[in-house]
């Protein structure tokens, strides 16, 4: 069964400094994954996607992914934090015709 | 260009009852898939629609329906509702049934089984 963790609840982090939200996968096969952000009241909104390629994976609103095969693990980066980066973040593998997402981890950038 | 759209954001029910929620997706795509976030969870998988028919299931159960029409849009039925059917429900768009397809998603409808 495909499954993915995220292993904290919170991050909290400083505007400016960098960030790191932290998931692991567990996939037979080649993964297909995925980081979305999630804002109060709102739905989803999808930031960027690691099919094949570099592991290295740009994304939208500075935000990027490392994919790190032996350590099973696509974590998403980003430079230099913002106030407006503050929200709910879900990392999600792509089984086939849906999203196994994982609880969510809560970024708190604050100024 | 729209993006997917829900109605309605809000609706408040009692244990029992039955629920239809709707959905239009974004321009262009023609799948829909339909996820349940309880709170402080991440979304569960319901179903997704492709073609006016059910593709694929996830662990919900026959109280759980859905239909998908010529348009693309699409309706999530719940009868018998529980307390633990309170939950935030997502619609999903996206363009083909790949799971390299990045998903769009409605701002969802809060349901409230009282």
């Known amino acids: 069964a495909q499954s993915v963790a995220q292993p904290e609840d919170q991050v909290n982090v400083a505007e400016g400094n960098p960030l790191t939200v932290k998931c692991t996968y567990s996939v037979s096969g080649n993964p297909y994954l995925f980081w979305y952000v999630q804002y109060p009241n709102r739905g989803l909104q999808f930031l960027l996607k690691?099919?094949?390629?570099?592991?290295l994976v740009k994304g939208s609103y500075g935000f990027e992914a490392e994919f790190n095969k032996s350590q099973t693990s696509f974590h998403l980066k980003k430079p230099s934090a913002l106030v407006s980066d503050s929200a709910l973040y879900f990392c999600a593998v792509g089984g086939y015709n849906k999203l196994i997402f994982g609880a969510g981890t809560r970024l708190a950038v604050h100024p | 260009d729209a993006g997917v759209t829900q109605s309605p954001t809000h609706l408040i029910k009692t244990r029992g009852q039955q629920v239809t929620l709707r959905c239009s997706p974004k321009s262009g795509h023609d799948t829909v898939s339909w996820y349940q976030q309880a709170l402080g969870q991440g979304p569960q998988f319901i179903f997704q629609?492709?073609?006016?028919?059910?593709?694929q299931r996830g662990n919900f159960p026959d109280r759980f329906s859905g239909h998908q029409f010529p348009n693309y849009s699409s309706e999530l039925n719940v009868n018998a509702l529980l307390l633990g059917d309170s939950a935030l429900y997502l619609c999903?768009?996206?363009?083909?049934?790949?799971?390299?397809?990045?998903?769009?998603f409605g701002n969802g409808t809060r349901l409230t089984v009282t």
């Open positions: 629609y492709y073609e006016e028919e059910e593709r």
């Open positions: 690691y099919i094949t390629g570099d592991n």
């Open positions: 999903a768009s996206s363009s083909g049934t790949g799971y390299a397809s990045p998903l769009h």
